[in-house]
């Protein structure tokens, strides 16, 4: 890892290949949560699986959370770095002319979906350790869709996740084809079908989880 990590080019490979265990592991995450709006019986059933299987606990679990930390650790590296690269300024620097916004504000961006898994992983992660392991309570496979449906009864948590969401979209839509570049996959032949699915996934993903926090907020 310390090798992977000494060069600019290894940074970025690294950062590449957590975030596509990422972009995956969003997939997962929605794919659970819409279950809550098709069936309170299929949602319950899924979360129990996910919250006892030791796998996923005991495995899983502390990978992704190694991988979040990893990728925004090395977000803020790589911008500290790109900066200390050029520390005297071009004196006429029209960025704007050939990147987008969300490519040149990636950081900032980050620094909004960091805070926002702060408030999610206090609203369920946080309650579901306390619930298991320090309250120590009976296990109950029915708690899962009554608990989700009441964190989105109040309507300033649920705009702030449907900022939050936006925010996640714009940052997908550079970093999806980002992360492929990083590791290489660039192809004349290959690259307009990485930006069109890129395009879509952060467009679908981010709609997903907006549609299960406002489908529980009107339906309270």
Known sequence: ?????????????????SAMFLLIFLIMHLSVNL????????????????????????????????????????GFILEIKNNNSRPIKYRMNNRSS??????????????V?????????????????????????????????????????NVGRVIFYVVAFVLLGLHLAHGFQSSFQSIGARHPKYTPMIKAVGTWYSILIPAGFILVAVFHYVTQ
């Not at 050939?98 to 620094?111: A, E, H, I």
């Not at 408030?119 to 899962?144: C, I, N, P, Q, T």
């Open 113 to 153: 979906v960091l805070a926002f898994l702060g408030l999610h992983m206090y609203d369920f992660w946080w309650h579901e350790m306390d619930y298991k392991y320090v309250v120590g309570s009976v296990r109950d496979e029915a708690r899962y869709w009554p608990e989700l449906h009441a964190q989105f009864g």
């Open 1 to 17: 890892m310390a090798g992977l990590t000494s060069s600019s080019i290894g940074r970025k490979y690294a950062m590449a290949l």
């Open 98 to 111: 050939n990147s987008t916004w969300m490519s040149r504000n990636m950081l900032l961006s980050g620094v």
């Open 35 to 74: 279950l809550s709006v098709i069936s309170k019986d299929a949602f319950n059933s899924a979360s129990e699986f996910m919250g006892y299987n030791p796998f996923i606990q005991f495995l899983m679990q502390p990978i992704l959370g190694f991988a979040v930390i990893f990728h925004f650790a090395m």
